[in-house]
């Protein structure tokens, strides 16, 4: 088994085409001495694109497992799914009131932060249930095919963002409602009174070139840095094109 190397996924495809080297080598066979190097478009390295985290990369850079390493990985991946099933379709909120969601779509664990004009996903790469608070680690590394709105403006505002198919199934309708017609923090306060927020928990942004599943204990990394307002502000920066261009 094949799995892209920033995460883990076995769900990737070829990006270069073996047609265009084929023409590539015949239109070489019509040019001065190309007949000596019309067969360099096949020496190419091909490339692949992951359909999970977005990474785009040489196929030698494909980790190839075999099958002790694939049934180590499908266990690691099912040991962080067991530790996330008790906060499934949870709200929980970190010690500043940002309200996330905990869902399962797509075959990934993704963690809906609530943003004033957006909601956006994270990929959930670890859970510690065992500090005080608990824990999530995230990653920002995924494809527009993961976001939950959409917008057909470049300005940010809620008038020009609507929720698509994909955050249909995993919002309630009383939250996508309650989520248009107030503002964050009136959002968060709505949760609150409704007694929808499961815990308190810590939010942790892994570095995306760092393998979170396959190495470190207990399916993460340890490096990674906390979710400050400097780092929530630089992960809002570089998914903000992701986020309104579905």
Request: net charge negative; proline share 3%; aromatic share 10%.
């Amino acid at each position: 088994m094949k799995i892209c190397p920033q995460c883990t996924s076995d769900s990737h495809e070829r990006t270069s085409s073996t047609g265009l080297r084929v023409v590539g080598c015949i239109v070489l066979l019509f040019i001065p001495y190309g007949f000596f190097i019309c067969w360099v478009p096949f020496v190419l390295p091909h490339k692949f694109l992951c359909n999970v985290c977005g990474y785009h990369g040489k196929e030698e850079e494909l980790l190839n497992l075999d099958w002790r390493e694939s049934e180590e990985l499908k266990g690691q991946h099912r040991e962080l799914h067991e530790k996330l099933q008790p906060v499934k379709d949870m709200w929980v909120q970190d010690t500043k009131q940002n309200s996330y969601k905990v869902i399962h779509g797509k075959g990934q664990y993704l963690l809906l932060k609530v943003l004033e004009n957006n909601i956006v996903p994270y990929r959930i790469v670890g859970y510690d249930k065992d500090t005080d608070p608990k824990r999530i680690m995230i990653k920002d590394n995924l494809v527009e095919n993961f976001n939950v709105t959409s917008s057909i403006s470049k300005i940010i505002d809620k008038s020009n963002v609507q929720v698509n198919d994909f955050g249909k199934t995993i919002l309630l309708d009383e939250e996508v409602t309650k989520f248009f017609s107030c503002n964050v923090e009136e959002f968060s306060q709505w949760l609150n009174e409704q007694a929808k927020v499961a815990l308190l928990i810590d939010i942790e942004v892994l570095p995306n070139t760092e393998r979170t599943i396959i190495e470190g204990k207990n399916g993460y990394s340890n490096k990674s840095t906390l979710f400050t307002n400097e780092n929530e502000e630089e992960a809002s920066d570089s998914k903000k094109y992701n986020d309104f261009h579905v």
